[in-house]
């Protein structure tokens, strides 16, 4: 696609609930990450794939949280028993490389507020 | 990882130049400075990045500091649709991560 696509867009939900995030890269961006940002904060990374290597997830913030990339493309991230303080906004990015000289593209996020 | 110090918000008329500052007196000889910007309700946007020289494109230019030690990025004519945060990070050369402050909320007055 043309940019990097989220859904959904806003999901609210009820405390101790599993959600699920999902993040379409750009076509032929080997390269994906996921971000997180709560209210008035700037970003935190939480976690990247790069092609078929393992990736990187030592920003997620407890064992709460994973993620998924099928088939080099489609990512998903998962918070399971969802608490008040993952409220935030997730932004996936993508860039064609790893190691990418202008940087990332990012999606316009996802709103999670947890009730 | 070296840190960057940014104003809080700044404001400027339409249609004028706005100079946003950025503080990074422990960078390494390494680390490219990027700036992003993030309009309201979207994600990130890349704007420009450096690592010694100067650096002009169409959106920006950014002025680096002969020492390293700061920067700016110069909206040459800042206009409605200019508003938003912007965001200075310094990226190890070789890493992929971007480590976010909380930026310089930019106000664009008409």
């Known amino acids: 696609g043309a940019g990097v696509s989220q859904s959904p867009s806003n999901k609210v939900t009820e405390k101790g609930k599993d959600v699920e995030l999902r993040c379409d890269p750009i076509s032929g961006h080997t390269a994906l990450y996921w971000y997180r940002q709560s209210l008035g904060q700037g970003l935190e990374f939480l976690i990247y794939f790069q092609g078929n290597s393992a990736p990187d997830k030592s920003g997620l913030p407890s064992d709460r949280f994973s993620a998924e990339r099928t088939g080099g493309s489609v990512s998903t991230l998962t918070i399971q028993r969802t608490q008040q303080e993952d409220s935030a906004v997730y932004l996936c990015?993508?860039?064609?490389?790893?190691?990418?000289?202008?940087?990332?593209?990012f999606g316009s996020g996802t709103r999670l507020t947890v009730v | 990882d070296a840190k960057t110090t940014q104003p809080n918000s700044m404001e400027s008329n339409e249609e004028e130049p706005v100079h946003l500052p950025c503080n990074h007196s422990?960078?390494?000889?390494?680390?490219?400075i990027h700036w992003y910007r993030q309009l309201p309700s979207q994600g990130p946007e890349y704007v420009i990045h450096g690592l010694t020289s100067n650096v002009n494109n169409r959106m920006a230019s950014l002025a680096i500091a002969e020492d390293r030690k700061s920067s700016t990025l110069i909206l040459h004519r800042a206009t409605l649709r200019d508003a938003a945060v912007y965001y200075c990070i310094l990226r190890p050369s070789g890493t992929y991560k971007y480590i976010f402050g909380t930026g310089t909320r930019l106000k664009v007055l008409a």
């Open positions: 422990t960078i390494s000889g390494t680390d490219y």
């Open positions: 990015a993508s860039s064609q490389t790893g190691l990418p000289l202008y940087g990332y593209t």
